[in-house]
């Protein structure tokens, strides 16, 4: 049985970008800020890929909610080797205020609507750190999960899934179709290269809004206030043991 | 043909007195000009035509416009306004494409790239290569239908600038596509395009081209390895040796030139210059020992040894004899691509050093609240915009048009940048004062990568004299023949006597072209070209024919040197008003940095105007050539030495 794979991408502010707090403290800078896929989203990519150069998968279709420029993540995943995508199309002020809840929902009717049998997520994204879709999709699904990914490979009908928990790893057996979120050490992705940049021209986006799939965007939490870390105060350097002791207890820490 | 909103209103804010008129070509590369209907435009008739010109073009078949060359018009006193509206080359599709393309060259510089140690092992690592090929990077220029990724001189310099970043790689991917395998490109056949690009895309070969010889540097026309015919006409026999191949270590592919004789009809034999693809296969081929060289340190620079080399006769390349052209064709357009490779390293390493003079405290105050370090950054945003403009304008040009013939515009942009680059990369070094130094600080690196750039692909002093006496020579012609150029003797006299008292007519309207708040600087271009003209009409005046003799140099470079700020002036406007009339981020920044430069340029090209004008014998020229003279005579420096004493 060769499956149908769906996989999310979230295009998110790049990891090497300097986070700045917008001056009205309800969200980060976006403008003019470079924005690439969540990292972990790209292993998620690279595994059903891998899949299918393994003939395990059939083919291979990226999600993405997002903006307009979600459309260049999507790209990306195409020119990464996925065969086709959906743009699931949340306007820019509405992404801000997009919850796991409500991405869960969609990648679940796309699950259904596609007959995808395994839908790969990253484990979490690098921007609100939520790391819930995967696990709330699962449950919506009624599929197993297998998160934390760091191997995976497939057996008749059922998917052998290694994750790394606390102080191991861990073997487990799903039933097919299932989620499964990846963790870092899953896979290093390819870089898209140039000729496939090209072909991935050629292959098609649709386009789509939450409505047609019947899911209600309305936020269910509201955001106060966004603000800096509190910056690091500098350190002190003391004598001996006994000092570090003693200004341990002054400062309430033993 | 469909308007871009944006660039419709681009247009329509400049056009002052003027009127749009919508030219047939390609709809999304040249959209609109203007053309102010009261004044004669001062460019040839091609343009006129094009204008004129409004049959319907089928939309399969893509047309570009032709245009006169603007710099060798310029020495006629000739200026295109054309230019003054800086091209769109790219359309929607291709835009997104480049900048797809982009992230994982990027990345893969980023992560995969150690400059370093690539400098310090002199030699760029296997996988470091191969990941360069699987990234495309072998095949941009191309056609796709060989495997390549049919890149346009204008992607071709966007990438440029990200492979700039280590000028080993930068080097190595220039060696084999901008000019080891643009041969086969430029004058190749269908057989020999088919039977070598595709290998040559996926990187599977390396590609080198190899002209120069130890006897034969600048002066390529005199080579001296030969290649004779078989008597039977299918094989050529090459031997010589070449220096100073980049990739010549390990080049799958050669382009090779060699001396061939031709037989006159008289019976005379006189040997002439022939192209040849060289397979490292064919036999007889071998390398010598990499160079150990100041910068570029892990790009592979060998001489190459041909010894009885047996080349089918299908691999001349062009024609039998036509060597040269097709040499000097590769080197012209190779070279545009510098201007915004250099400008890319050079964004770079500012910005590394203006993050430390943002940190960097002395005397209670960051370094960058020093006016001399501020001035750094200011002039060198300066040289960095022109060097961007530039080469984005020339690339503009070479895809833009029919046939563009761009070879001086090129060049300009290979001496300006490559100058540039070394002068502003030292000045960052100094930033960092003695840590820059420091070869734990990759500034010292990259001053040493740079310092090639002046020197390859045509000195410098070779681009400047070459291309400023070429396009007197053809002044000379024109002179000798008035009655063919009736228009250029014509008028001449009033204009004279104007010039004279340096208060040139400016009858061109260069800046209706721009945007209003460009318009003091559209007047100094124009001031500009004519002081330029009068220059060019002053020196043939007093030369002549022996315009372009070897003692007559320094008026040419003079004359090179006006003519490399007039197009980096022409350029930076244009841009410039590009950005404001469709608002870009920092637009009125750029028209400070484009009003900046012209003023300075303009000062530049007054007080070498002011030298052509009063000749060498009130200029310093005639004395330092009498210096340099004491110097040769006495074989080297020839001041007695400050302690000396004739007398006690």
New interface residues.
């Given amino acids: 049985m060769s499956l149908r794979v769906l996989v999310g991408c979230k295009r998110v502010i790049d990891y090497a970008v300097k986070i700045r707090v917008r001056p009205d403290k309800m969200g980060v800078v976006t403008d003019g800020v470079k924005h690439s896929m969540n990292p972990f989203d790209e292993i998620a990519i690279e595994e059903a890929v891998r899949l299918k150069e393994k003939k395990i998968a059939k083919e291979v279709i990226a999600v993405s909610c997002g903006p307009t420029q979600a459309q260049e993540t999507i790209r990306t995943a195409l020119a990464m080797g996925a065969d086709r995508g959906i743009h699931v199309e949340i306007p820019a002020k509405e992404m801000e205020k997009l919850e796991p809840l409500h991405v869960s929902k969609i990648l679940a009717k796309l699950a259904e609507k596609e007959g995808a049998e395994l839908l790969i997520v990253g484990k979490q994204a690098i921007d609100d750190d939520s790391n819930a879709t995967a696990q709330m999709t699962a449950a919506l699904l009624e599929w197993p999960q297998a998160t934390f990914a760091s191997k995976i490979e497939k057996t008749d009908g059922t998917l052998l899934v290694v994750r790394e928990v606390d102080g191991g790893l861990e073997t487990i057996k799903v039933k097919l179709p299932a989620v499964v979120s990846a963790d870092l050490r899953l896979n290093e992705p390819r870089y898209a290269t140039l000729p496939n940049i090209m072909k991935a021209k050629k292959k098609k986006i649709v386009k789509m809004k939450p409505a047609d799939l019947g899911v209600d965007t309305t936020a269910h939490f509201e955001v106060v206030e966004v603000c800096d870390p509190p910056s690091r105060e500098a350190g002190i350097k003391v004598e001996d043991v006994d000092a570090l002791v003693s200004k341990l207890k002054e400062a309430g820490r033993i | 043909m469909m308007l871009n909103k944006q660039l419709m209103k681009a247009v329509l804010g400049h056009t002052c007195n003027g009127r749009v008129i919508v030219g047939n070509s390609r709809p999304h590369i040249r959209l609109s000009r203007c053309l102010n209907t009261t004044n004669q435009d001062s460019s040839t008739s091609a343009q006129v035509k094009e204008v004129s010109d409004n049959e319907p073009t089928q939309q399969s078949i893509v047309r570009k416009p032709k245009r006169p060359p603007f710099i060798k018009n310029l020495f006629l006193g000739r200026f295109d306004k054309e230019m003054l509206t800086y091209p769109e080359v790219l359309d929607k ?1 291709r835009h ?2 480049l900048h ?2 982009i ?3 990027e ?2 510089f ?1 992560e995969q790239v150690d400059g370093e140690k690539i400098d310090k092992e002199a030699k760029i690592p296997p996988e470091t290569l191969q ?1 360069l090929k ?4 072998y095949g941009q220029q191309i056609p ?1 239908e060989y ?1 390549g ?1 049919g890149l346009g001189a204008t992607e071709y310099a966007r990438i440029a600038e990200i492979t700039a970043i280590d000028g080993s790689i930068a080097v190595t991917l220039a060696a084999h596509q901008a000019i080891g395998l643009k041969g086969i490109l430029i004058a190749g056949t269908n057989e020999q395009k088919e039977k070598y690009l595709p290998q040559l895309a996926c990187g599977e070969w390396t590609a080198a081209f190899c002209l120069t010889e130890p006897s034969s540097g600048s002066d390529a026309a005199s080579i001296q390895t030969r290649a004779t015919l078989s008597e039977d006409g299918t094989t050529w026999l090459l031997n010589g040796s070449k220096i100073w191949i980049s990739n010549g270590g390990y080049a799958d592919l050669m382009t090779v030139f060699a001396k061939t004789p031709e037989v006159l009809p008289s019976g005379e034999v006189r040997e002439k210059v022939t192209a040849f693809i060289v397979e490292r296969g064919f036999g007889g081929v071998s390398s010598g020992t990499p160079e150990d060289k100041m910068g570029i340190r892990g790009s592979n620079t060998c001489e190459v040894y041909f010894d009885n080399t047996p080349v089918p006769a299908e691999n001349v390349l062009g024609e039998v004899g036509g060597g040269f052209k097709v040499a000097m064709n590769i080197l012209n357009s190779g070279r545009f691509s510098m201007g915004s490779s250099g400008a890319g390293i050079l964004k770079k390493i500012m910005g590394w050093a203006l993050e430390h003079a943002v940190t960097r405290k002395q005397f209670g105050h960051h370094l960058s609240e020093f006016a001399m370090i501020k001035e750094k950054f200011a002039r060198m945003s300066v040289a960095i915009y022109a060097m961007e403009s530039m080469a984005y304008l020339t690339a503009g040009m070479i895809d833009g048009q029919e046939e563009a013939d761009c070879s001086v515009e090129a060049a300009i942009v290979k001496v300006f940048s490559s100058e540039a680059a070394w002068h502003w990369g030292s000045e960052c070094l100094q930033i960092l004062g003695g840590l820059g130094y420091m070869k734990s600080y990759p500034f010292e690196r990259y001053l040493r990568d740079a310092r090639i750039l002046l020197i390859f692909e045509g000195t410098n002093e070779i681009l400047r004299l070459q291309h400023a006496g070429n396009e007197m020579k053809g002044m000379i012609q024109k002179l000798r023949n008035p009655l063919m150029n009736p228009g250029f003797i014509l008028g001449k006299g009033i204009e004279r006597i104007r010039q004279h008292k340096d208060n040139p007519k400016l009858d061109l309207n260069l800046s209706d072209s721009l945007h209003p708040s460009l318009k003091a600087a559209g007047d100094i271009l124009e001031y500009c070209v004519k002081r330029f003209q009068y220059s060019v009409e002053t020196v043939l005046a007093r030369h002549g024919r022996e315009v372009a003799d070897p003692k007559n140099q320094l008026e040419l470079a003079r004359l090179a040197n006006c003519a490399m700020d007039i197009f980096a002036m022409t350029a930076v406007l244009s841009r410039a008003s590009r950005a404001y009339c469709i608002g870009v ?1 920092n637009s009125s920044h750029e028209v400070q940095l484009a009003m900046t430069f012209c003023d300075e340029a303009s000062a530049r090209i007054k007080t070498m105007v002011k030298d052509i004008e009063n000749g060498p014998f009130i200029s310093n020229d005639s004395t330092y050539a009498k210096i340099a003279d004491t110097v040769i005579e006495h074989g080297g420096y020839a001041a007695e030495h400050p302690l000396t004493r004739v007398f006690w």
């Avoid at chain 2, 699987?134 to 990077?137: F, I, R």
């Fill in positions: 599709d997104e494409l797809e393309m992230v994982p060259i990345r893969f980023e990941g699987d990234l495309g990077l796709e495997g990724l981020r």
